[in-house]
């Protein structure tokens, strides 16, 4: 079955660390997207990339790195420059701009700093 | 810029009722709306769409309504089940831009 895998499900960082967030998708789709969800607010973008080796800052992009090596991987790193980086993750695909039906979305990454 | 709110952040209904959950968007260019729901620890999943150049669009217990006049959006459910409890978002577009999310209503089911 074609999809999007996020990996891992839960992950905790410790102030001052740099942890990367998986994303892995299986549907030849060549966007892909990193969201932030945050109790009570929509999605807000991190980054998005259109093509391998290019991507493009969203609207919270500080504090966040990506790298697009491969078409199926976008992965995410949450820097120690990110401040308040406890929320859930979410990374999207698509064939590019908005095809019907929208994003596919992974089942997400719930990362908690202690 | 873009800006999308749905009108109340929860919405609770009795088991076999019809739901209605709305949402404001704000660019009257705007062309393409996608209702998603996303349950506990998940990710969205879609659920229906709708262009511009309809008002009413029509799944399976969905009905997606578009009013461009007032630029609202809204999603009816038909005799919602206890599965239906989750947090419903609508997400917009305008021309060749990303999809712009609005903050979700969480509805609950009351059996």
């Known amino acids: 079955d074609g999809g999007i895998t996020q990996s891992p499900k839960y992950l905790f960082r410790k102030e001052g660390q740099n942890v990367t967030l998986s994303c892995e998708q299986n549907l030849n789709h060549d966007a892909m997207y990193w969201y932030r969800q945050d109790p009570g607010q929509g999605l807000r973008l991190i980054y998005y990339?259109?093509?391998?080796?290019?991507?493009q800052k969203g609207d919270i992009a500080e504090g966040y790195s990506v790298s697009r090596e491969k078409k199926e991987s976008f992965p995410l790193t949450v820097t120690s420059a990110q401040k308040n980086p406890t929320a859930f993750y979410l990374c999207?695909?698509?064939?590019?701009?908005?095809?019907?039906?929208?994003?596919?979305f992974g089942s997400g990454t719930r990362l908690t700093v202690v | 810029g873009e800006s999308v709110g749905l009108h109340l952040p929860t919405l609770s209904v009795q088991e076999g009722d019809n739901s209605i959950i709305n949402c404001a968007y704000s660019?009257?260019?705007?062309?393409?709306f996608i209702w998603y729901k996303q349950e506990s620890g998940k990710g969205p999943q879609f659920i229906i769409d709708?262009?511009?150049?309809?008002d009413k669009r029509q799944g399976q217990r969905v009905t997606v309504l578009l009013n461009k006049t007032v630029k609202h959006l809204s999603l009816q459910i038909a005799a919602t089940q206890p599965g239906d409890s989750a947090v419903y978002f609508c997400?917009?577009?305008?021309?060749?831009?990303?999809?712009?999310f609005g903050t979700g209503t969480r509805l609950t089911v009351i059996p």
């Open positions: 997400a917009v577009q305008t021309g060749a831009n990303n999809l712009f």
């Open positions: 990339s259109q093509i391998v080796n290019d991507f």
């Open positions: 709708i262009r511009s150049n309809m």
């Open positions: 999207a695909s698509s064939i590019p701009g908005v095809p019907s039906g929208g994003y596919t």
């Open positions: 660019n009257s260019a705007s062309d393409y």
